[in-house]
């Protein structure tokens, strides 16, 4: 099969991460008798460095000519503590969002064997967590209308959702739980927020062409409290945009290292496959990262948008067998860490 990939590494430890993932690809590549093209492009502060926007058109054109999008990570502290600024790393990362349409954002949690131990959470409670968050990406507070007024010592975002959006991100919800356990928990703050009420009735109306799955709600500070203390309880949970943001970071805390779980932003046409953790500027080129998230992010490209089912297990398995034998960054293993590249080599060897 041939495949036309679009790789935008980003910021921080994003090269590192990406190009171990780029060694596991292609061995995917050679056993399976693939060819797939790889054609970069700037995002993030790297290219406000270089080009002075951070999702320049080339990069724009490029996403939408390619098949699918391999996304390393974004943001750097130069531009963190500076409220005044007009050009930040993070507006490329919602504008390839908004320009792209990619209403989901898929962020599955999982337990891995092998690092249960690296848990602050206690053994007994997590074995066995596997759920997914479904974050709705191009809308809420995220999106709406903000400003400033009153000469500047006022501000505002405005949250706003409409039917439809609401309808799009929730049908997809529908049909990964189809594939699943059949179990949605819908997570919004209906005591409080109209958005959240419109949320509730869109969602209970939706649900009425899936019977067989069962649709519970939960508020949002009750649901913080519930993916730490019960996470097995949850299957998919859905929920909008900033609190789908929240949620998925403490959820990841679970599985022992944020570094090892994988994302998909689905499209309208392309999807963005991309690590859940950030830019991880402090490490930056130690070659010391964890690329097992963006390794794993690779595998649901092959799977959700090249339909290539064996070859997302064949990467599954060989991180698996890797941290089954002990092997890991830093992060997940104390004595003789390996480093970011030599992950990626071992996996890669382990196809
Ligand atoms: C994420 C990140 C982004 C977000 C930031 C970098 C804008 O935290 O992908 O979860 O808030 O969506
Ligand atoms: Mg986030």
């Given at each position: 099969?041939?495949?036309?990939?679009?790789?935008?590494?980003?910021?921080?430890?994003?090269?590192?991460?990406?190009?171990?993932?780029?060694?596991?690809?292609?061995?995917?590549?050679?056993?399976?008798?693939?060819?797939?093209s790889?054609?970069?492009?700037?995002?993030?502060?790297?290219?406000?460095?270089?080009?002075?926007?951070?999702?320049?058109?080339?990069?724009?054109?490029l996403?939408?000519?390619?098949?699918?999008?391999?996304?390393?990570?974004?943001?750097?502290?130069?531009y963190?503590?500076?409220?005044?600024?007009?050009?930040?790393?993070?507006?490329?990362?919602?504008?390839?969002?908004?320009?792209?349409?990619?209403?989901?954002?898929?962020?599955?949690?999982q337990?891995?064997?092998?690092?249960?131990?690296?848990?602050?959470?206690?053994?007994e409670?997590?074995?066995g967590?596997d759920?997914?968050?479904?974050?709705?990406?191009?809308?809420?507070?995220?999106?709406?209308?903000?400003g400033?007024?009153?000469?500047?010592?006022?501000?505002?975002?405005?949250?706003?959702?409409s039917?439809?959006?609401?309808?799009?991100?929730g049908?997809?919800?529908?049909?990964?739980?189809?594939?699943?356990?059949?179990?949605?928990?819908?997570?919004?703050?209906?005591?409080?927020?109209?958005?959240?009420?419109?949320?509730?009735?869109?969602?209970q109306?939706?649900?009425?062409?899936?019977?067989?799955?069962?649709?519970?709600?939960?508020?949002?500070?009750?649901?913080?409290?519930?993916?730490?203390?019960?996470?097995?309880?949850?299957?998919?949970?859905?929920?909008?945009?900033?609190?789908?943001?929240?949620?998925?970071?403490?959820?990841?805390?679970?599985?022992?290292?944020?570094?090892?779980?994988?994302?998909?932003?689905?499209?309208e046409?392309?999807?963005?496959?991309?690590?859940?953790?950030?830019?991880?500027?402090?490490?930056?080129g130690?070659?010391?990262?964890?690329?097992?998230?963006?390794?794993?992010?690779?595998?649901?490209?092959?799977?959700?948008?090249?339909?290539?089912?064996?070859?997302?297990?064949?990467?599954?398995?060989?991180?698996?067998?890797?941290?089954?034998?002990?092997?890991?960054?830093?992060?997940?293993?104390?004595?003789?860490?390996?480093?970011?590249?030599?992950?990626?080599?071992?996996?890669?060897?382990?196809?």
């Amino acid at each position: 099969m041939k495949k036309n990939i679009a790789v935008l590494a980003g910021d921080g430890v994003g090269p590192e991460i990406i190009n171990a993932t780029l060694t596991v690809l292609h061995m995917i590549e050679k056993k399976f008798n693939h060819s797939f093209s790889y054609t970069t492009g700037l995002i993030g502060a790297i290219a406000i460095d270089l080009v002075g926007e951070p999702f320049p058109k080339e990069t724009e054109e490029l996403c939408l000519r390619s098949d699918a999008i391999l996304f390393g990570a974004i943001g750097d502290p130069k531009y963190d503590n500076d409220p005044t600024l007009k050009v930040r790393p993070e507006q490329g990362l919602l504008k390839m969002r908004k320009t792209l349409g990619l209403f989901a954002n898929i962020r599955p949690i999982q337990t891995f064997d092998a690092l249960l131990h690296k848990s602050p959470l206690k053994e007994e409670w997590i074995k066995g967590t596997d759920f997914v968050v479904v974050r709705e990406l191009i809308g809420g507070i995220y999106f709406g209308k903000r400003g400033r007024e009153d000469k500047g010592r006022t501000a505002y975002d405005t949250l706003t959702y409409s039917v439809e959006e609401i309808q799009r991100v929730g049908k997809y919800a529908f049909e990964i739980a189809q594939k699943r356990r059949k179990k949605i928990c819908h997570v919004d703050k209906a005591n409080v927020l109209e958005t959240s009420r419109l949320w509730r009735e869109t969602i209970q109306e939706l649900s009425k062409n899936y019977p067989d799955i069962i649709v519970d709600y939960m508020f949002v500070d009750n649901a913080a409290m519930q993916i730490i203390k019960n996470p097995r309880a949850f299957d998919v949970l859905l929920t909008e945009n900033m609190f789908g943001d929240i949620l998925s970071d403490e959820a990841s805390v679970i599985t022992g290292s944020i570094g090892m779980l994988p994302s998909v932003s689905i499209g309208e046409k392309t999807s963005v496959y991309e690590p859940i953790h950030g830019s991880y500027p402090k490490a930056a080129g130690n070659n010391t990262a964890n690329p097992i998230g963006t390794i794993l992010s690779a595998a649901m490209m092959l799977e959700y948008s090249f339909d290539l089912h064996k070859e997302a297990t064949a990467v599954r398995d060989a991180v698996d067998e890797v941290l089954l034998k002990g092997l890991g960054t830093k992060d997940i293993v104390t004595a003789h860490p390996l480093s970011t590249s030599e992950m990626g080599e071992k996996i890669a060897e382990n196809i």
